[in-house]
């Protein structure tokens, strides 16, 4: 977890928390280690973890738009790939554990095809639950001109069972109106929201990282940090292992290193797997700048609050 005492210069810095340990680092699947960064095919990695490891699996998989990063397969090959790692993960899912697949659309000759439409069917016949279709909405994209503009992609939280870790009251955000009452019968005068604050939504307005974002890494498709700690919080308790099969740049190993959970990833492209472990390396000497989870979007008219930059501390499971 990560304390703010004060802003000096402009950024908010963090109390030391003096962590009793160095964090263990490894490349290969170890128990006892905090972060397993593996270069290589995702598939070598998840053969090689326990079943019921992780109580979560989050990640962003390729699209199949031909990125620099992926080779273009026919729309049954994409899925038929995906499945098997899918199955993997449901495998290496803790009984109480949650899957939360992020991702926007396949696209072809103009033609989009949403990926979580081609996709849902594999969670099904894996025997999964689902228990949002989380819509998320940002300001910043490719401007279209034979098509409107795309602003959202999704994330497809599973359950592996009904029995499953969610903790709202760890992402509760403010109430529109904190200070509304009741005004009429028994609970008149108290007030009518939870005063911890309200359920976050399925819509989720999250800027994504563009050039002037805080987190921007080569990486053309990173999470936002804030948008994986909303699912790390409410899915997840504090030393539980969570995974990311397309680690990328390493973004879920941050958001789960910084909330005290255990994180787990491989990347196949060398040039992403340097860049996490630069990263997580960064996020242990409390060097690591992220965008604050409660900072407002920014509103050009002006009328939002400024909140600089987080600066990140680790603090490792016992
Ligand atoms: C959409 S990006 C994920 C970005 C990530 N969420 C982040 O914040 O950096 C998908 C990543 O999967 C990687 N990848 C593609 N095929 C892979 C495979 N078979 N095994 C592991 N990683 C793979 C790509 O190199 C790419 O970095």
Redesign the pocket.
């Known amino acids: 977890m990560t304390r703010e005492l004060e802003a000096v210069g402009g950024l908010a810095v963090q109390a030391s928390l003096f962590t009793s340990r160095r964090l263990k680092a490894s490349g290969d699947f170890e128990a006892d280690a905090d972060c397993v960064l593996f270069q290589g095919?995702?598939l070598d990695l998840l053969r090689t973890l326990p079943d019921g490891l992780a109580k979560l699996v989050v990640?962003?998989?390729?699209y199949n738009l031909g990125k620099e990063?992926?080779s273009r397969l026919s729309v049954d090959s994409y899925v038929a790939g995906q499945r098997r790692v899918i199955a993997e993960c449901v495998r290496a899912l803790d009984p109480r554990g949650s899957i939360c697949w992020q991702v926007g659309n396949y696209v072809d000759n103009g033609e989009i095809i949403p990926l979580d439409v081609l996709l849902y069917p594999v969670f099904a016949e894996l025997g999964l639950h689902m228990r949002n279709r989380i819509v998320w909405h940002f300001g910043h994209g490719l401007h279209a001109s034979k098509r409107f503009s795309g602003r959202y992609e999704v994330v497809l939280w599973f359950t592996k069972t009904s029995e499953y870790t969610f903790d709202l009251d760890a992402v509760r955000v403010p109430q529109k109106y904190p200070d509304k009452r009741h005004f009429k019968g028994a609970k008149r005068g108290e007030l009518s929201g939870n005063p911890l604050g309200k359920n976050p939504s399925d819509v989720w307005e999250i800027p994504n990282v563009k050039s002037n974002h805080v987190e921007k890494t080569i990486?053309p498709?990173?999470?936002p940090v804030e948008l994986v700690e909303r699912l790390v919080l409410s899915m997840t308790e504090p030393g539980d292992w969570v995974l990311d099969?397309?680690?990328?740049?390493?973004?879920?190993a941050i958001a789960a290193l910084i909330h005290g959970r255990r994180a787990l990833g491989?990347?196949?492209?060398p040039r992403?797997m340097s860049i996490a472990r630069e990263r997580v390396r960064a996020a242990e000497e409390g060097r690591l700048r992220v965008r604050p989870m409660d900072r407002p979007v920014y509103d050009p008219a002006g009328r939002t609050e400024s909140s600089p930059p987080r600066t990140v501390q680790l603090e490792l499971a016992e």
């Not at 099969?245 to 879920?252: A, C, E, K, R, Y």
């Open positions: 095919d995702c990640t962003s998989p390729p990063y992926e990486h498709c990173q999470f099969p397309f680690l990328g740049v390493g973004t879920s491989a990347e196949i492209e992403y």
